[in-house]
C-alpha cells in the first residue's frame, strides 16, 4: 500500500445546506499538500445567532496547514460558496481561482475586507488545466441558477474527481451553460475516482425542469393582472430577474428594480458579458409617476429579509412606493428552509392590504438543484467508483447514500470535520478535525463557543438586572440600588420590581457579617442568589444579574 493517500475533509456545507468549504489533499498523512474548493457563509437567526452578522467556517485546522494550501476554487458566486473568502483568505493567503463572473463577485469580497483583489484570477473551462501542487484542475460548465456555475475535474495521482458544486440538468437554459452530456462524457472517459455530489433535492422525485419554462408562465400571470405587479426572486438568479423583465415588458409594463443586490447582480452580469439584451428599465423616483396598472416592481427579499425591499414595502413604503389593494405580489422562488416565519410575516403583512399573494407555486420557479432522477443520471453519465455526498443536511446525505450504492458504488456519509481516505476502493474516515463556526459580529469574528452569542441568548431569554453598592470598609455606604432591563415593572406584590429588589438586598446587606462584606467574590455571590430568588418569587424569572461593588479607598 502507498504511503501517499488522497483525503477530502469538509470544513462546511456537509450536514448542512450552506457555509460551503471543502479540503482535498494528496500525499503522505499529516503532509499532504491540499486545495481547498468554496469558501462561503451561512446567515445567522435571532433563535440562536441573535445579533450576529454572518455564519463562517472555522478554518483553523487550514490556517495551521496554510503553507501546504496550494490553491483556492470557488465554484459559483452564491453567498454560501464565495461569501467568506474576503473575511478568511488573509488566514489562508492562497490563490483564487474563479469563472470571469464569479471571479467578479470575489474580488468585491476581498476589497470590502480590505484584501487585494488580485489574488482572485480568471479562470477558462475544461479542457483547460490549472496546476495546483500535485493536482490538476479545471472547471466544468454546468447550469444552476446564477450565471457561470462549475463543477471541477480534480486529477490526481490517485485518480480523477468530479465535485459538482451546485447544479441541475439544464439543457435549455435562458441564459449561461447548458447542460452537455457529451462533455460530461468526455469528462468521464479515464474513469471517475469520485463523485462528490450535491444533494439538495435528493427527495424531489420527478425530474427537474427547464429555467426556460417560467418565462411564458410569467407573461400569461402578469397579462392578466389589473393592478400593479411585484416579483421577488434570489438577486443572483439572473435569468429569473431576465425573465420577469420581459414578462413586464411584454404585458406592455415599466419595469424597476428595487434592492441594491437585484441591481448589483445585473449590473455584474453586464460588465461580465454574461447578460446581454436585458429589458430598460425606470428609476424608483420615475416609478411613482407611472400608473399602477402599467406598472412593474422586481424587488429583492424572496426570503424575508427584514431590510431588503419586499419587506419594507410590506411595511409600507419603499423609495416612496407602496402597495394597494388588488395589486399582486409574486414570490417567483422558493423558501429556504427556517426562513418560512419571515416570508409568511411578509405575506400576511400584504394580505392585510389587500394585495394577492401568489407563492410557492411550480408554474413561476423551478429549482436550481438536480432532483433524484436526474443525480441518477450523473451517476449513470460519469459512472464513478466511489459518490460521496456533499451540499446537504445528513438526511440528504444518507438518502444519496442509499441512490448510490443501489447503483452498485461505494458511498459513505462524511460530515464536516470528518477526513476521509479515497485512496482505496472503500473510503473511510481517518481522523476528525475541529469544524466549527465563526460568527462576524459587528466588525469582530469570534469563535461559536467563546460565549458572546450564549450569553446573549442568556440575557434575552431572562433579562437583566444590575446591582450597585457602596461600601467603606465593611460599612455599607445607603442602600443598594437596582436597575432591570428587559423585565416586568412590577410582580406578584403588585410593587415596582426594582423596589422590592433594592428592599431585599438592603436587607442582607444590614445583616451581613463583616468577612462576607470585605470579600468583593462573596459579596457578588450572596447579592446575586438574593436578587435571582427574590425575581422568581415576584415574576417567575431568574434574570442573569451584574453586581458593582464600589468601595471608597
Not at 398 to 426: F, P, Q, W, Y
Not at 506 to 516: I, N, S, W
Request: glycine share 10%; hydrophobic share 40%.
Amino acid at each position: 500500500m502507498s504511503a501517499e493517500r488522497l483525503i477530502y475533509l469538509p470544513l462546511g456545507g456537509a450536514g448542512e445546506i450552506g457555509m460551503n468549504a471543502y479540503v482535498y489533499g494528496w500525499g503522505a498523512p499529516g503532509k499532504e499538500r491540499l486545495i481547498l474548493v468554496d469558501l462561503g457563509v451561512t446567515f445567522p437567526d435571532m433563535d440562536t445567532t441573535p445579533g450576529v452578522n454572518l455564519i463562517m467556517p472555522d478554518v483553523t485546522w487550514l490556517e495551521k496547514n496554510a503553507d501546504r494550501l496550494e490553491a483556492i476554487f470557488v465554484t459559483h458566486a452564491h453567498e454560501d460558496h464565495v461569501g467568506a473568502v474576503g473575511r478568511l483568505h488573509s488566514k489562508l493567503q492562497a490563490p483564487i481561482y474563479a469563472r470571469p463572473f464569479t471571479r467578479y463577485h470575489a474580488q468585491r469580497k476581498m476589497e470590502e475586507a480590505g484584501q487585494d483583489p488580485d489574488q482572485v484570477i480568471a479562470a477558462q473551462v475544461f479542457p483547460e488545466v490549472i496546476n495546483a501542487g500535485p493536482f490538476k484542475v479545471s472547471f466544468l460548465p454546468l447550469s444552476h441558477s446564477i450565471p457561470e456555475s462549475a463543477g471541477l475535474v480534480i486529477d490526481t495521482p490517485a485518480g480523477r474527481l468530479v465535485h459538482t458544486g451546485d447544479f441541475k440538468l439544464d439543457e435549455n437554459p435562458v441564459l449561461g451553460d447548458r447542460f452537455d452530456e457529451a462533455l460530461w462524457r468526455e469528462v468521464a472517459s479515464p474513469r471517475i475516482k469520485a463523485l462528490i455530489c450535491d444533494s439538495t433535492n435528493v427527495f424531489s422525485p420527478h425530474a427537474g425542469r427547464s429555467e426556460s419554462e417560467v418565462g411564458p408562465e410569467l407573461v400569461k400571470l402578469i397579462e392578466g393582472a389589473d393592478r400593479m405587479v411585484v416579483a421577488t426572486t434570489f438577486a443572483s438568479n439572473v435569468a429569473r430577474v431576465k425573465q420577469l423583465a420581459e414578462a413586464g415588458k411584454a404585458a406592455g409594463r415599466s419595469v424597476c428594480l428595487l434592492g441594491r443586490a437585484m441591481r448589483r447582480m445585473i449590473q455584474a452580469g453586464v460588465d461580465t458579458g454574461v447578460l446581454a439584451d436585458f429589458p430598460t428599465t425606470v428609476t424608483a423616483e420615475d416609478a411613482r409617476d407611472i400608473p399602477r396598472e402599467s406598472l412593474m416592481l422586481i424587488v429583492t427579499g424572496s426570503q424575508g429579509e427584514r431590510r431588503a425591499a419586499s419587506a419594507q414595502l410590506a411595511r409600507g413604503k419603499y423609495l416612496g412606493l407602496t402597495m394597494a389593494e388588488g395589486d399582486m405580489f409574486l414570490f417567483s422562488s422558493k423558501t429556504i428552509p427556517g426562513n418560512e416565519r419571515g416570508v409568511i410575516r411578509i405575506m400576511n403583512a400584504f394580505s392585510e392590504m389587500g394585495v394577492d399573494v401568489v407563492a410557492e407555486n411550480d408554474r413561476y420557479h423551478v429549482s436550481g438543484h438536480a432532483n433524484r432522477p436526474d443525480l441518477e443520471r450523473v451517476h449513470q453519465i460519469l459512472n464513478p467508483e466511489i459518490v460521496i455526498p456533499m451540499h446537504g443536511e445528513h438526511r440528504h446525505l444518507r438518502e444519496h447514500v442509499r441512490i448510490a450504492e443501489a447503483g452498485g458504488r461505494s458511498s459513505m456519509v462524511v460530515v464536516n470535520g470528518a477526513m476521509c481516505d479515497l485512496t482505496g476502493v472503500k473510503p473511510h474516515v481517518v481522523e476528525h478535525v475541529e469544524a466549527d463556526r465563526v460568527y462576524l459580529d459587528g466588525d469582530i469574528l469570534i469563535g461559536a463557543l467563546d460565549g458572546v452569542v450564549r450569553d446573549r441568548i442568556r440575557l434575552a431569554l431572562n433579562g437583566h438586572v444590575i446591582v450597585n453598592v457602596i461600601l467603606d470598609g465593611d460599612e455599607p455606604l445607603g442602600d443598594p440600588w437596582v436597575e432591570a432591563s428587559g423585565l416586568p415593572e412590577t410582580g406578584s406584590s403588585r410593587a415596582a420590581l426594582v423596589e422590592v429588589l433594592e428592599e431585599d438586598l438592603g436587607q442582607f446587606l444590614m445583616r451581613a457579617r463583616g468577612k462576607t462584606l470585605r470579600d468583593d467574590d462573596k459579596l457578588e455571590d450572596e447579592l446575586k442568589k438574593i436578587a435571582r430568588k427574590t425575581a422568581n418569587d415576584e415574576i417567575g424569572r431568574k434574570p442573569e444579574v451584574t453586581v458593582v461593588v464600589s468601595r471608597l479607598e
